[in-house]
């Protein structure tokens, strides 16, 4: 038995099949061109590095000043962000327990005052959403905290060039976002003998990078609550403990 | 044709060339299933668990993966950590209970790159404190939950992996902390005595580590 279809049925069939082709084709190109990222390398182990003993407190610090190693890491350069990236590393050598957060990082920079970490929004501006529809979905997101954040989409069947780069960098964004909330130092009690480390974001703009600056990394007895307090000098030109 | 008919086929021819409708902006959460925690040793102390309404799936980062409602699952870690748990809305509900536990939500990641090709990753980072009854910090700690599912896997089941991954992280944190163990006990001593130890100043703050000390 032949079957014969109408006409606009087999046209309507060789649309789907073109469209298809098509979100496919651009897949397949976006997913060649997506961002890959080394894995997240674990601290280093302090006992590597120069480190600063303050009242039953061991600090080591490494600053982020490799460009293209933060490229290769987090996909991004954090200096182009005015950032500068600390991998703060402290073990608790005392009998009693410490609070440490990144709230207790703090950098000077130039005389100036002692500056806090930067929020994560600083960071990147928050990249524009395109809304959601039946021929777009999300890809990646991150979101700072319980309310800010950073989505980034893709339109697979998008016919604008422009909305399907602007969404692919909006991916990249929010895939560096995630790399870098992974390496974060979060608020932790650290009892005897133990360690934590984690990347702290510092503010360092363009116009203090000539001066030298002064990191200090400080944590809290929990019984006391008395401070202990590690600085470290970081020379116009590299770190100097 | 009559024309009935003609308009019939031309409502019809309409319809189908009319745009998708649009995918619903707040989508429906996904019901969580019960966490099994392992048995660990639990704290003779009462303590009141602060879960607000963000936690219980209301907010941002939740919706967005319909996380869904954690309430069920931080009360389960808090109960098996804990000889007696309330659950409040505020640290202010508290009702005599020696500390108050709260969970926040630090931090979600999702990363599935373009093209259907790559593996579904996701991060979940929750931020527990527990203070006592002047509010004073007891111990805080963080604990970053991953999920990872392959890119035919569901992105759903991958943030339920990173939150039950979390979750337990805290469980065992909270079990085998020496620090609130030994604050169970002083709280154990200071009830016997019948004269709570008074506290002008708290030795640390919440706000010292930048925490709210409530979620």
Sequence with gaps: ?241 | MTRARTIALAAASLLCLAPPAPRETTPRLEPIPPLALPTLPVHELPIALVIDERMRGRSKALRAYRMGDLAANLERVARAAFASVEVVETADDRDGQAGVLTASLAGSGHAAPIGDVQDHRTAVVLTWTLVDGDGCLVWADTFVGHGEQSWQGSVVRAWRDAIEDSLRAAHRALAKSPDIAAYAQRSRAENRASQPAPSDDCPVDPGDLGLSGES
């Design chain 1, 1 to 241: 038995m032949v079957v014969t279809q109408p006409v606009s049925v087999a046209r309507t069939s060789l649309f789907r099949l073109r469209r298809r082709s098509l979100v496919a084709l651009v897949a397949v190109a976006l997913a060649c061109s997506a961002r890959q990222l080394e894995p997240a390398a674990p601290s280093p182990a302090i006992d590597a590095l120069e480190r600063v003993a303050v009242e039953d407190l061991e600090v080591a610090i490494v600053p982020l000043l490799d460009r293209e190693a933060m490229r290769r890491r987090y996909g991004v350069d954090l200096l182009d962000e005015d950032v500068l990236g600390v991998i703060v590393i402290v073990r608790n050598a005392g009998a009693e327990s410490v609070f440490l957060a990144p709230a207790l990082v703090t950098i000077a920079s130039g005389g100036g005052e002692p500056q806090g970490p930067v929020a994560s929004p600083r960071i990147f501006a928050t990249p524009a959403l395109f809304p959601t529809n039946a021929t777009s979905r999300v890809v990646a997101a991150v979101f700072d905290g319980d309310e800010g954040e950073s989505a980034a989409l893709t339109v697979l069947a998008a016919a604008d060039p422009t909305l399907l780069t602007a969404n692919k960098v909006n991916r990249d964004v929010a895939i560096s976002r995630h790399a870098l909330l992974l390496a974060s130092l979060f608020p932790t009690t650290l009892a005897p003998g133990a360690e934590a480390s984690g990347l702290v974001r510092l503010p360092y703009p363009e116009e203090v990078r000539g001066a030298p600056s002064q990191i200090c990394v400080a944590a809290l007895h929990s019984r006391s609550g008395e401070r202990a307090r590690a600085c470290f000098s970081l020379a116009p030109d590299g770190p100097a403990p």
